[in-house]
């Protein structure tokens, strides 16, 4: 491995932070952490007390907090925002676009006073596949944000803005980047948001808004018929958070990503519906009949969300493996526990 780095993450205490955090100091790294908890509340992470693991309680709101531990730092990994699934952006849409702009602003500011200073080399941004909510093409490619109409949703618009806020960075201060794209992120540690409104899927209430742990958990508690939103034909690609977290740090220190953009994801699409019935007969090994029943679907629920990879393992020579039988394999025994132990 080369010279062992400092990389600054926040929102370090969060779901897909959680695989990233360790991924770094599993490669020898530093982190420096930062969070507020205003998502799940206070957690224990499994690295939280490792000894190259410097956390500090704080927000990234706070721009001199911010420039105090990016100067500090030799890598900035922007992961901080308010963030969820399909309710969550419907119930937050003002709060989602103000909040993350001023973090990303804050995030940037910080960084660029700590490039400024001969410190930090380089800013790594996450935005997300839904930059791509009005897509006409699929699989779609990087290149296809130049042709695509912007997103509908205030939360794919904010992520659109981080990417120029990334570009601006570059062109007025000269700030290295590289922005990556996850799609559908799966894996354990997500639990329900601490803000989440109470919504009803049938007669359960939802965990979290991401699709995986609310289909696990609704069908562990018996549910039958399943509902799911709208017709089950959304078109997904899922991706393991440990996958995620190899394509994130794969593109912060791979020389060729530099200045450039990755969609970082596995090219495997499959529905919803398809997903249901696939975690059904992991949880009814009897071979109960599958049953299911179709709620209103949202207002920003895209149909098909397929992204091209083939820029990633071209360039990077980075590839997201797991397969979605495998994620499931851990994520099922994970709601599981949770359930028992009233987390969920």
Same mark, same amino acid.
């Given at each position: 491995m080369d010279k062992p780095l400092t990389v600054f993450v926040t929102g370090s205490a969060g779901f897909i932070a959680g695989y990233l955090v360790e991924?770094?100091?599993?490669? =020898?790294?530093?982190?420096?952490?930062?969070?507020? /908890? !205003?998502? *799940? @509340?206070?957690?224990?992470k499994s690295y939280s007390k490792h000894p190259r693991y410097q956390f500090h309680f704080g927000d990234a709101l706070d721009t001199e907090l911010m420039k105090k531990l990016a100067l500090q730092s030799d890598h900035f990994i922007a992961c901080a925002a308010m963030i969820g699934g399909i309710s969550y952006f419907h119930e937050f849409a003002y709060d989602l676009l103000a909040t993350n702009e001023?973090?990303?602003? !804050? !995030? /940037?500011?910080?960084?660029i006073a700590?490039?400024? $200073? @001969?410190?930090?080399?380089?800013?790594?941004v996450l935005s997300s596949s839904m930059v791509f909510e009005n897509a006409k093409t699929w699989p779609t490619s990087e290149a296809h944000l130049l042709e695509s109409p912007p997103p509908s949703s205030t939360y794919g618009f904010q992520k659109l803005a981080c990417e120029f806020f990334a570009k601006g960075a570059w062109e007025q201060y000269q700030l290295p *980047? %590289? &922005?990556?794209?996850? /799609?559908?992120?799966? =894996? &354990?540690?997500?639990?329900?948001?601490?803000?989440?409104k109470e919504i009803l899927s049938g007669n359960i209430k939802l965990a979290m808004s991401h699709v995986v742990p609310d289909l696990v958990q609704k069908i562990l508690k018996g549910q039958d018929p399943l509902h799911i939103l709208g017709a089950g034909q959304q078109v997904r690609c899922y991706t393991y958070g440990g996958d995620l977290a190899k394509g994130i740090v794969t593109c912060m220190l791979h020389p060729k990503a530099l200045n450039d953009d990755f969609n970082i !994801? %596995?090219?495997? $699409?499959?529905?919803?519906?398809?997903? $249901?019935? $696939?975690?059904?007969?992991?949880? *009814?090994?009897? @071979?109960?009949? /599958?049953? *299911?029943?179709?709620?209103?679907a949202y207002k920003y629920d895209v149909q098909h969300r397929v992204p091209d990879v083939s820029k990633a393992k071209r360039v990077l020579n980075y590839e997201a493996a797991t397969t979605l039988d495998t994620m499931l394999d851990e994520v099922i025994p994970w709601v599981k526990e949770e359930l028992e132990r009233g987390n969920i």
């Open positions: 991924e770094l100091l599993s490669l =020898g790294h530093t982190v420096i952490g930062v969070d507020n /908890f !205003s998502k *799940y @509340g206070p957690v224990e001023r973090i990303i602003a !804050s !995030s /940037f500011d910080a960084a700590s490039h400024k $200073a @001969g410190k930090l080399k380089k800013m790594t *980047y %590289t &922005i990556v794209r996850p /799609f559908n992120c799966v =894996g &354990i540690g997500e639990k329900r948001a601490l803000s989440d !994801s %596995t090219p495997v $699409a499959t529905t919803v519906l398809e997903l $249901a019935e $696939a975690i059904w007969k992991k949880i *009814y090994v009897t @071979g109960k009949p /599958f049953r *299911y029943v179709s709620d209103p």
